[in-house]
């Protein structure tokens, strides 16, 4: 098994977990040849020290710079592959292990969290990965908390300029992967007898906060997923081809 790995994590409203996070990739059974910290401005940051944690590199931005910037940083990257993980994504320690496998049978963009799409509203959707435990991998539209793909396919995320910079980082890198590449999205196996294979350990006690987008932490809930239904359409008017050929 091989193929070289630059992490990059995103510093925002949770800057407490970083060392956790930290520790779970460095006692993956795959080592990341680099960990990369892209630190988006906010309150909750201003005074968190990030150089004393043995990163490899550490971007600061002094504007919130939202979703898309901390996939802007994987273009830098010269590894085989790009693992990108949301801050509240703590990962089992076979995670890598369990995508490069899973890339020798279905290679493309490979997520903890993944969606089947059943219309251009978000929330209509069947969930994959570590939400159910799938025990096999699985197909789906997009992918999100943890990303893991060749850096080369990261490039589809920039040949068309986003619907918004505001929301949908995820759906904007699924549907111009599949469109421009034809690169599909897989959510690796999640089996419940086996939490080490998982990309998300703690979701629950992590990501269900007041600091989650979805939650409410930057625009009213009605209007983040408004723009998500809005970046769906988008990507289907426009040539993206779902798992269930939606129109």
Known sequence: MSG???????CYKRPEYLKEQIEALKSQTIKPDNIWLWVNNCKENKKFNPHNLGLDKVFKSDTNCKYHA??????????DYVAFFD????????WFENCLNTMKETPGILGGAGCILHSKNYVQHQRMGWPVKNPVTMRVDLVGHAWFLKREHL?????ETPYTLENGEDIQLAYLAKKHGDVNCYCPPHPAENTRLHSSLKPEEYGNDSKASSNGSLMPIQDFYQQRDMCISHGINNGWETVLGLQ
């Open 4 to 10: 070289s790995i630059t992490v990059i994590l995103n």
């Open 155 to 159: 490039n589809y995320m920039w040949y």
């Open 70 to 79: 901390r996939f802007t940083i994987g273009l830098l990257a010269q590894t």
């Open 87 to 94: 801050d509240d994504t703590m990962p089992g320690d076979m």
